[in-house]
Structures are given as C-alpha cells and as structure tokens.
C-alpha cells in the first residue's frame, strides 16, 4: 500500500474528511487531496505531524511494504495535537451564548408547530361557525383558507430567519460537535458543577413536555367519546397543537442548555464515537418534522379534516424515535465497516 492509500485509509478511520485533516495540519484541503491523490507527496514535517495524529511510525507512512499499522515514535509529543485545546474564556463565552440563544430558538421552533392553528381555526369558523349575529366577523371558505396560509407562511418565516441566525451566530463553535476536545485545566469542573446545577430544570421541562404531549390528545377524545360537533373538534386539533407547542419550546430551550453542557464535557450524544455519527445523521431531524409539517398541511388541505389529521403529531412523534435509532445504527455500521 502506498502512502497515498495510507493517508486516506487512516484519514477515513479516524472519521475525518479532508477538510477536517487539513485544519488539524494547518494546511489547504487541497494539499491533502492532492496527498492522497498521489499528485504530491507531504514534507517530512508533515510526515511527523501525520504519524502522531494518525498514532502510526513514520516506517509504516513511508515504507510501501509494510502494511500492517506500527504505534507511532511521536505519540507523546503528537497526542495534544489529537485534541483540541478549549480555555475557560472560550467555554464561558460558548455557553453564554447558547443560554442567550435558548430562549429566541425555543420560540421560534414553537411557532412553526403554533403556525397552522390560525388557519385550522378560521376554516372551521368559516365552514361551522354560527350562521346568525356573527355576520360581521364571518369569514368564506375561501377566504378563511387564504388568510390562515398567509399567516402560516409568515410565522413559519420568522420562526426559520430566527433559527437560521441562532445558527450562524454558534457557527464559530461548530468544532465543539465534531472534534475530540480538552478542556483548560479546573474548566470541566466549572461546566460540570453548572450541568449539575441545572439538572432540575431540565428534567422538568421534559417531564412537562412529555406530559403536555400526553393530555393535549384528551380532549380529542373526549370529543369523540361524547360526538361533540365538528368545531368542537376543530377547538381540540388546535388545542393540541398549542400545548405540543409548548411543548416544543420546553425541549428545546432545556435540551439546547443541557446539549452546550454535553458537548464541552464529551457526554451523552456528543462523545468521540457520537460525533462521527452525528457527522453522519445530523440532516435527518430537520428533513424529517420538515416533512411531517408539510404532510399534515397537505392531507389537511386536501382532505379537510384537520381533527383526523392532527393525529399525525404524536404518532410522528413515537416514530421519530424510532426512525433516529433505525438511521444512527445504519451510520454506525457504516462507520465500523470503512474501518
């Protein structure tokens, strides 16, 4: 094996790519490709800084004939290089900002479940509502359905700009989610006495959450129990939604706060073997409640029965579980066998 195929090898079984190499070198993307292209071969220096981050002897990188991985002669000077140092200051600005953060994202991930209520209401307003001494407030059919996918279109909007500059505002801090870190000395401590700290309130807002989610199918069916009339049941689909709503905004503030803790401390979903998952799964809590937002818009809109197609909420919600597990073990397969 060449040393070409072994940079890339190694370079893969660390579960880097080659932009992420290149940073911990300290050179150009390009600079590796063209390494393991064969177009160019590294200098010594960068021989040395390979060995020590890929944990191999320099034999092993520049011998074609030995294949089989030796322990590198640097491991001891290269081993900080593996990890990447973050200071106290750093971890003290990182989680200010998300706790600054928490609330505005909470929100605005709560107003994009809170957005089809407007619409749900209006319609059955329009199509059930009294048809005596409301007159003046009363809407058509036509127009209740545009009016509520403007106002649908507008706070799914504003909730997306508000997420997107959340976003770009802890882009700096993107590294804490990929690399293996090191914390400054007496650091993990701090970050870990206010993990502790805030241990209560997280579990709080999950407990609430969950309990939210629970109740807010009640009144659908008490409605069905007792054949309560169909704005009744327009009332509970957007009763549900609100406290689903609510809902969303607890987990998400608590889950933001506690996830800026687990990544400077290397815990739960944000351990060495997590990242190189989340690496390779992150896109599919967004593409999926993309998607189940869109399919409950579009069977409501086609179907015109909001109370049934509320139900896809929960059941959404269970098998989101389900479906994150069936796609993390599909990575981690993936993962063991390119190794």
Not at 114 to 129: D, H, N, T
């Amino acid at each position: 094996m060449i040393l070409a195929d072994k940079v890339m090898a190694l370079r893969k079984k660390n579960g880097w790519s080659q932009e992420e190499l290149a940073e911990k070198l300290n050179i150009s993307r390009q600079s590796v490709s063209k390494w393991e292209s064969g177009a160019s071969i590294p200098d010594i220096d960068k021989i040395i800084a390979l060995s020590g981050l890929f944990g191999v002897s320099t034999d092993y990188l520049l011998k074609d004939d030995l294949e089989k991985e030796l322990p590198s002669e640097t491991d001891d000077v290269y081993e900080a290089a593996k990890e990447r140092a973050v200071s106290l200051e750093e971890a003290n600005s990182f989680l200010s900002l998300v706790r600054g953060l928490a609330g505005r994202i909470a929100l605005a991930a709560g107003l994009c479940v809170f957005s089809p209520i407007p619409m749900i209401v209006m319609s059955g307003l329009a199509e059930y509502g009294p048809e005596e001494g409301h007159r003046a407030i009363r809407l058509s059919e036509d127009m209740a359905g545009g009016l509520g996918m403007v106002i649908l279109l507008v706070l799914v909007a504003i909730g997306v700009a508000v997420l997107v500059l959340g976003d770009m505002r802890t882009e700096k801090y993107r590294y804490l989610e990929k690399e293996s870190l090191a914390l400054q000395y007496g650091g993990e401590g701090i970050v870990r006495k206010r993990k502790e700290d805030f241990a209560a309130r997280y579990r709080f807002c999950i407990v609430a959450g969950v309990t939210l989610c629970i109740i807010g199918v009640v009144p659908l069916m008490m409605a069905a129990a007792f054949s309560a009339g169909d704005l009744v049941y327009i009332y509970c689909v957007a009763g549900l939604l609100l406290l689903v709503a609510v809902a969303v905004v607890l987990f998400v503030w608590a889950g933001s706060i506690q996830g800026s803790f687990d990544k400077l401390l290397q815990e739960g979903d944000y351990t060495v073997e997590e990242k190189a998952l989340h690496r390779k799964t992150s896109f599919f809590p967004g593409v999926y409640w993309c998607l189940v937002t869109a399919l409950f818009v579009g069977l409501g809109l086609y179907l015109d029965e909001w109370m049934h197609t509320a139900f896809i909420w929960p059941v959404a919600a269970l098998l989101f579980v389900a479906i994150q597990y069936i796609v993390k073990e599909v990575a981690k397969s993936r993962l063991e066998k390119r190794d």
